[in-house]
Protein backbone atom coordinates (compact mmCIF):
# COMPACT_ATOMS: atom_id res chain seq x y z
CA UNK A 1 0.00 0.00 0.00
CA UNK A 2 1.26 3.68 -1.16
CA UNK A 3 2.48 5.87 1.54
CA UNK A 4 0.79 8.63 1.33
CA UNK A 5 1.80 12.09 0.73
CA UNK A 6 0.24 14.85 3.11
CA UNK A 7 0.41 18.42 1.09
CA UNK A 8 -1.65 19.99 3.98
CA UNK A 9 0.81 18.73 7.05
CA UNK A 10 3.59 19.72 4.52
CA UNK A 11 1.87 23.08 3.68
CA UNK A 12 1.50 23.89 7.57
CA UNK A 13 4.99 23.26 8.46
CA UNK A 14 6.31 25.21 5.24
CA UNK A 15 3.86 27.98 6.10
CA UNK A 16 5.45 28.51 10.03
CA UNK A 17 9.02 28.49 8.09
CA UNK A 18 7.70 31.11 5.99
CA UNK A 19 6.40 33.44 9.16
CA UNK A 20 9.73 33.19 10.66
CA UNK A 21 11.14 33.88 7.92
CA UNK A 22 8.95 37.08 7.53
CA UNK A 23 8.96 38.27 10.71
CA UNK A 24 12.86 38.44 10.83
CA UNK A 25 12.67 40.52 7.27
CA UNK A 26 9.93 42.74 9.21
CA UNK A 27 12.55 43.27 12.60
CA UNK A 28 15.48 44.06 10.31
CA UNK A 29 13.45 47.26 8.88
CA UNK A 30 11.92 45.31 5.67
CA UNK A 31 8.38 46.40 4.89
CA UNK A 32 6.35 43.88 5.16
CA UNK A 33 5.71 42.58 1.55
CA UNK A 34 1.60 43.23 0.03
CA UNK A 35 0.33 40.76 -2.45
CA UNK A 36 -2.98 42.41 -4.79
CA UNK A 37 -4.91 39.95 -6.33
CA UNK A 38 -7.26 40.47 -8.98
CA UNK A 39 -10.28 38.70 -10.50
CA UNK A 40 -12.20 39.99 -12.98
CA UNK A 41 -15.54 38.32 -13.28
CA UNK A 42 -17.55 36.20 -11.14
CA UNK A 43 -16.51 32.72 -11.41
CA UNK A 44 -17.47 31.22 -8.20
CA UNK A 45 -14.11 29.27 -8.43
CA UNK A 46 -11.93 31.87 -9.06
CA UNK A 47 -13.06 33.29 -5.96
CA UNK A 48 -12.86 30.14 -3.71
CA UNK A 49 -9.21 30.06 -5.37
CA UNK A 50 -8.40 33.83 -4.41
CA UNK A 51 -10.14 33.23 -0.53
CA UNK A 52 -7.63 30.86 0.24
CA UNK A 53 -4.56 32.39 -1.16
CA UNK A 54 -5.60 35.73 1.07
CA UNK A 55 -6.46 33.27 3.95
CA UNK A 56 -2.77 31.67 3.44
CA UNK A 57 -1.24 35.53 3.42
CA UNK A 58 -3.00 35.97 6.48
CA UNK A 59 -1.44 32.73 8.26
CA UNK A 60 1.90 33.78 7.08
CA UNK A 61 1.95 37.68 8.11
CA UNK A 62 1.81 38.81 4.26
CA UNK A 63 -0.71 41.95 3.99
CA UNK A 64 -2.94 41.21 1.07
CA UNK A 65 -5.58 42.55 -0.60
CA UNK A 66 -8.37 41.30 -3.34
CA UNK A 67 -9.75 43.56 -6.41
CA UNK A 68 -12.88 42.13 -8.34
CA UNK A 69 -13.77 43.99 -11.52
CA UNK A 70 -17.21 43.56 -13.18
CA UNK A 71 -16.85 40.73 -16.43
CA UNK A 72 -17.22 43.88 -18.67
CA UNK A 73 -13.76 45.37 -17.56
CA UNK A 74 -12.25 45.60 -20.93
CA UNK A 75 -8.41 44.75 -21.64
CA UNK A 76 -7.57 48.21 -22.07
CA UNK A 77 -8.86 49.25 -18.42
CA UNK A 78 -7.07 45.80 -16.85
CA UNK A 79 -3.74 46.80 -18.22
CA UNK A 80 -4.30 50.32 -16.58
CA UNK A 81 -5.03 48.95 -13.03
CA UNK A 82 -2.11 46.15 -13.50
CA UNK A 83 0.21 49.23 -14.96
CA UNK A 84 -0.48 51.28 -11.56
CA UNK A 85 -0.17 48.53 -9.21
CA UNK A 86 3.10 47.64 -11.17
CA UNK A 87 4.09 51.11 -10.39
CA UNK A 88 2.78 51.44 -6.64
CA UNK A 89 5.90 50.86 -4.13
CA UNK A 90 3.62 49.42 -1.47
CA UNK A 91 2.63 46.61 -3.72
CA UNK A 92 5.36 44.15 -3.62
CA UNK A 93 3.38 41.09 -5.42
CA UNK A 94 0.45 41.24 -8.12
CA UNK A 95 -1.44 37.99 -9.45
CA UNK A 96 -4.06 38.02 -12.12
CA UNK A 97 -6.54 35.10 -10.88
CA UNK A 98 -7.18 32.78 -14.06
CA UNK A 99 -8.80 32.22 -16.38
CA UNK A 100 -9.64 36.15 -17.55
CA UNK A 101 -12.65 36.78 -19.87
CA UNK A 102 -12.36 35.49 -23.21
CA UNK A 103 -12.36 39.23 -24.52
CA UNK A 104 -8.88 39.55 -22.46
CA UNK A 105 -5.94 37.52 -23.70
CA UNK A 106 -4.39 35.85 -20.91
CA UNK A 107 -1.03 36.35 -22.28
CA UNK A 108 -1.23 40.11 -22.72
CA UNK A 109 -2.32 40.16 -18.99
CA UNK A 110 0.73 37.74 -17.71
CA UNK A 111 3.08 40.17 -19.32
CA UNK A 112 1.75 43.17 -18.28
CA UNK A 113 2.43 42.20 -15.00
CA UNK A 114 6.06 43.46 -13.98
CA UNK A 115 8.53 40.76 -13.53
CA UNK A 116 9.60 41.37 -10.41
CA UNK A 117 6.23 41.18 -8.95
CA UNK A 118 4.73 38.27 -10.55
CA UNK A 119 4.51 35.87 -7.79
CA UNK A 120 2.44 33.38 -10.51
CA UNK A 121 5.72 32.84 -12.54
CA UNK A 122 3.41 33.16 -15.56
CA UNK A 123 5.21 36.50 -17.32
CA UNK A 124 7.75 35.74 -20.41
CA UNK A 125 11.09 36.43 -18.66
CA UNK A 126 10.61 34.22 -15.75
CA UNK A 127 8.97 31.22 -17.90
CA UNK A 128 12.55 32.00 -20.23
CA UNK A 129 14.32 31.94 -16.90
CA UNK A 130 13.11 28.71 -16.13
CA UNK A 131 13.83 27.13 -18.88
CA UNK A 132 17.38 28.43 -19.11
CA UNK A 133 18.16 26.82 -15.47
CA UNK A 134 18.35 30.59 -14.34
CA UNK A 135 16.98 32.26 -11.50
CA UNK A 136 13.45 33.68 -10.94
CA UNK A 137 10.00 33.27 -10.22
CA UNK A 138 8.97 29.88 -10.63
CA UNK A 139 5.31 28.72 -10.84
CA UNK A 140 3.87 28.02 -7.38
CA UNK A 141 1.97 24.49 -7.97
CA UNK A 142 5.35 23.08 -10.36
CA UNK A 143 7.61 24.01 -8.03
CA UNK A 144 4.72 22.82 -5.07
CA UNK A 145 5.25 19.51 -6.33
CA UNK A 146 8.88 19.56 -6.72
CA UNK A 147 9.27 20.96 -2.95
CA UNK A 148 6.82 17.83 -2.19
CA UNK A 149 9.09 15.20 -3.99
CA UNK A 150 12.39 16.66 -2.53
CA UNK A 151 10.69 17.15 1.08
CA UNK A 152 9.40 13.24 0.66
CA UNK A 153 12.76 12.24 -0.12
CA UNK A 154 11.47 10.77 -3.39
CA UNK A 155 14.75 9.98 -5.74
CA UNK A 156 14.18 11.99 -9.21
CA UNK A 157 17.93 11.22 -10.55
CA UNK A 158 18.61 9.39 -13.43
CA UNK A 159 14.85 8.14 -13.10
CA UNK A 160 12.21 8.07 -15.48
CA UNK A 161 8.85 10.68 -15.22
CA UNK A 162 6.16 10.91 -17.19
CA UNK A 163 4.43 14.26 -17.31
CA UNK A 164 0.76 14.01 -18.28
CA UNK A 165 -0.34 17.41 -19.61
CA UNK A 166 1.16 20.07 -21.59
CA UNK A 167 -0.47 23.17 -20.17
CA UNK A 168 2.35 26.08 -19.95
CA UNK A 169 1.40 27.20 -16.76
CA UNK A 170 1.53 23.64 -14.87
CA UNK A 171 2.71 20.64 -16.89
CA UNK A 172 5.72 22.52 -19.26
CA UNK A 173 6.96 24.30 -15.84
CA UNK A 174 6.98 20.99 -13.93
CA UNK A 175 8.62 18.82 -17.16
CA UNK A 176 11.67 21.68 -17.40
CA UNK A 177 12.14 20.98 -13.15
CA UNK A 178 12.34 17.01 -13.88
CA UNK A 179 14.49 17.23 -16.21
CA UNK A 180 16.78 19.74 -15.43
CA UNK A 181 20.56 19.53 -13.91
CA UNK A 182 20.62 19.82 -10.23
CA UNK A 183 24.05 21.72 -10.26
CA UNK A 184 22.23 24.67 -12.28
CA UNK A 185 20.83 27.85 -10.15
CA UNK A 186 17.29 26.29 -10.16
CA UNK A 187 18.50 22.71 -8.64
CA UNK A 188 16.49 20.94 -11.10
CA UNK A 189 15.59 17.24 -10.40
CA UNK A 190 17.96 15.37 -13.27
CA UNK A 191 15.03 13.06 -14.12
CA UNK A 192 14.69 11.77 -17.48
CA UNK A 193 11.24 13.02 -18.82
CA UNK A 194 7.94 12.03 -21.26
CA UNK A 195 5.67 15.19 -21.51
CA UNK A 196 2.09 13.08 -22.41
CA UNK A 197 -1.22 14.91 -24.09
CA UNK A 198 -4.11 14.51 -25.48
CA UNK A 199 -2.80 13.74 -28.85
CA UNK A 200 -0.98 10.48 -26.89
CA UNK A 201 -2.71 7.40 -27.87
CA UNK A 202 -4.21 5.93 -24.85
CA UNK A 203 -2.20 2.76 -25.48
CA UNK A 204 0.98 4.64 -25.63
CA UNK A 205 -0.28 7.09 -22.44
CA UNK A 206 -0.05 3.63 -20.44
CA UNK A 207 2.51 2.14 -22.21
CA UNK A 208 4.97 5.55 -20.99
CA UNK A 209 3.24 5.48 -17.36
CA UNK A 210 4.18 1.62 -17.18
CA UNK A 211 7.43 2.63 -17.28
CA UNK A 212 7.66 5.93 -15.02
CA UNK A 213 9.16 5.73 -11.24
CA UNK A 214 7.48 9.28 -10.74
CA UNK A 215 4.01 10.17 -12.55
CA UNK A 216 2.84 13.92 -12.73
CA UNK A 217 -0.60 13.99 -14.02
CA UNK A 218 -2.23 17.48 -14.97
CA UNK A 219 -5.29 16.85 -17.39
CA UNK A 220 -9.05 17.35 -15.28
CA UNK A 221 -9.95 13.82 -16.10
CA UNK A 222 -11.20 11.84 -13.20
CA UNK A 223 -10.44 8.32 -13.52
CA UNK A 224 -7.55 8.65 -16.25
CA UNK A 225 -4.84 6.93 -14.15
CA UNK A 226 -5.65 3.43 -13.28
CA UNK A 227 -3.99 0.76 -11.38
CA UNK A 228 -2.88 -0.98 -14.76
CA UNK A 229 -0.57 1.70 -15.55
CA UNK A 230 1.67 2.13 -12.69
CA UNK A 231 4.94 0.41 -12.26
CA UNK A 232 4.76 -1.31 -8.63
CA UNK A 233 6.43 1.45 -5.96
CA UNK A 234 5.97 4.13 -8.62
CA UNK A 235 5.25 7.95 -7.16
CA UNK A 236 2.01 9.37 -8.11
CA UNK A 237 1.31 13.23 -8.35
CA UNK A 238 -1.93 13.84 -8.68
CA UNK A 239 -2.50 17.94 -9.44
CA UNK A 240 -5.95 17.19 -11.42
CA UNK A 241 -9.18 19.17 -9.46
CA UNK A 242 -12.68 17.72 -10.79
CA UNK A 243 -15.72 18.31 -8.90
CA UNK A 244 -17.80 15.20 -9.20
CA UNK A 245 -20.84 14.04 -7.34
CA UNK A 246 -20.69 11.08 -5.09
CA UNK A 247 -23.06 8.05 -6.20
CA UNK A 248 -23.37 7.14 -2.50
CA UNK A 249 -24.31 10.58 -0.95
CA UNK A 250 -25.09 12.58 -3.62
CA UNK A 251 -23.07 15.56 -2.71
CA UNK A 252 -20.66 16.77 -5.09
CA UNK A 253 -16.71 15.94 -4.04
CA UNK A 254 -13.38 16.71 -5.43
CA UNK A 255 -11.10 14.57 -6.89
CA UNK A 256 -8.00 14.21 -9.36
CA UNK A 257 -7.45 12.50 -12.16
CA UNK A 258 -5.83 9.18 -10.61
CA UNK A 259 -8.58 6.28 -9.52
CA UNK A 260 -7.01 7.13 -5.82
CA UNK A 261 -8.05 3.64 -4.03
CA UNK A 262 -7.35 1.25 -6.88
CA UNK A 263 -3.47 3.07 -7.54
CA UNK A 264 -2.09 3.39 -3.89
CA UNK A 265 -2.41 -0.27 -4.09
CA UNK A 266 0.56 -0.87 -6.24
CA UNK A 267 1.69 2.54 -5.83
CA UNK A 268 5.02 3.45 -3.52
CA UNK A 269 4.04 7.00 -3.05
CA UNK A 270 1.16 8.84 -3.73
CA UNK A 271 -1.14 12.64 -3.12
CA UNK A 272 -4.38 12.63 -2.29
CA UNK A 273 -6.94 15.19 -3.83
CA UNK A 274 -7.79 16.89 -1.89
CA UNK A 275 -5.05 17.70 0.75
CA UNK A 276 -1.99 16.97 -2.10
CA UNK A 277 -0.81 19.63 -4.33
CA UNK A 278 -3.84 21.94 -3.84
CA UNK A 279 -2.36 23.70 -0.23
CA UNK A 280 1.19 23.04 -1.97
CA UNK A 281 0.30 25.56 -4.41
CA UNK A 282 -0.90 28.08 -2.35
CA UNK A 283 1.98 27.66 0.11
CA UNK A 284 4.65 28.21 -2.95
CA UNK A 285 2.37 31.48 -4.07
CA UNK A 286 3.08 32.64 -0.25
CA UNK A 287 7.28 31.69 -1.09
CA UNK A 288 7.20 33.30 -4.29
CA UNK A 289 5.45 36.45 -2.91
CA UNK A 290 7.88 36.77 0.33
CA UNK A 291 10.81 36.37 -2.17
CA UNK A 292 9.88 38.79 -4.42
CA UNK A 293 9.47 41.39 -1.67
CA UNK A 294 12.90 40.34 -0.45
CA UNK A 295 14.61 41.27 -4.04
CA UNK A 296 12.88 44.50 -4.52
CA UNK A 297 14.06 45.58 -1.08
CA UNK A 298 17.60 44.52 -1.97
CA UNK A 299 17.33 46.39 -5.51
CA UNK A 300 15.79 49.38 -4.06
CA UNK A 301 19.09 49.14 -1.56
CA UNK A 302 21.15 49.06 -4.53
CA UNK A 303 19.57 52.27 -6.08
CA UNK A 304 20.05 54.06 -2.84
P1 LIG B 1 -5.24 22.61 -19.09
O1 LIG B 1 -6.67 22.40 -19.40
O2 LIG B 1 -4.56 23.85 -19.50
O3 LIG B 1 -4.41 21.37 -19.63
C1 LIG B 1 -4.90 20.09 -19.66
C2 LIG B 1 -3.90 19.23 -20.40
O4 LIG B 1 -4.37 17.89 -20.41
C3 LIG B 1 -3.71 19.64 -21.86
O5 LIG B 1 -2.34 19.94 -22.03
C4 LIG B 1 -4.12 18.41 -22.66
O6 LIG B 1 -3.27 18.16 -23.77
C5 LIG B 1 -4.03 17.30 -21.64
N1 LIG B 1 -4.97 16.20 -21.90
C6 LIG B 1 -6.29 16.27 -22.17
N2 LIG B 1 -6.80 15.03 -22.33
C7 LIG B 1 -5.78 14.16 -22.17
C8 LIG B 1 -5.69 12.76 -22.21
N3 LIG B 1 -6.74 12.00 -22.46
N4 LIG B 1 -4.48 12.20 -21.99
C9 LIG B 1 -3.38 12.95 -21.74
N5 LIG B 1 -3.43 14.30 -21.66
C10 LIG B 1 -4.61 14.90 -21.88
O7 LIG B 1 -5.14 22.40 -17.52
P2 LIG B 1 -4.09 22.82 -16.38
O8 LIG B 1 -4.24 24.27 -16.12
O9 LIG B 1 -2.73 22.28 -16.64
O10 LIG B 1 -4.75 21.99 -15.19
C11 LIG B 1 -4.87 20.59 -15.25
C12 LIG B 1 -5.63 20.11 -14.03
O11 LIG B 1 -4.92 20.49 -12.86
C13 LIG B 1 -7.04 20.68 -13.87
O12 LIG B 1 -7.86 19.70 -13.27
C14 LIG B 1 -6.84 21.84 -12.90
O13 LIG B 1 -8.00 22.13 -12.16
C15 LIG B 1 -5.77 21.27 -12.02
N6 LIG B 1 -4.92 22.25 -11.34
C16 LIG B 1 -4.66 22.02 -10.04
C17 LIG B 1 -3.84 22.86 -9.35
C18 LIG B 1 -3.53 22.56 -7.92
O14 LIG B 1 -3.05 23.41 -7.22
N7 LIG B 1 -3.78 21.33 -7.47
C19 LIG B 1 -3.27 23.98 -9.97
C20 LIG B 1 -3.53 24.19 -11.33
C21 LIG B 1 -4.36 23.30 -12.01
Same mark, same amino acid.
Request: charged share 25%; aromatic share 2%.
Given at each position: ????????? /? @???????? *????????????????????????????????? !??????????? @?????????????????????????????? #?? %??????????? +????????????? &????????? #???????? #??????? %?????????? !????????? &????? @?????????????????? @????????????????????????????????????????????????????????????????? #???????????? +???? &??? *??????????? /?????? /?? !?????????????????
Amino acid at each position: MAQIIDGKA /M @SKEIRLEL *HQELKEFVAAGNRLPHLTAVIVGEDPASQTYVH !NKMLACKEVGI @SSETKILPESTTQDELLQLINQLNTDENVT #GV %LIQLPVPDHID +ERTICNAVAAEKD &VDGFHEINI #GRLALDME #GTIPATP %LGVKTLLERS !NIETFGRNA &VVVGR @SKNVSLPMAMLLHSDGRH @SIKGLDSTVTICHRYTPPKELAKFCRQADIIVVAVGKPGLITKDMIKPGACIIDVGINRIKDEKT #GKFKLVGDVDYE +EVRQ &VAG *HITPVPGGVGP /MTVTML /MH !NTLKAAKKQNATRLLNV
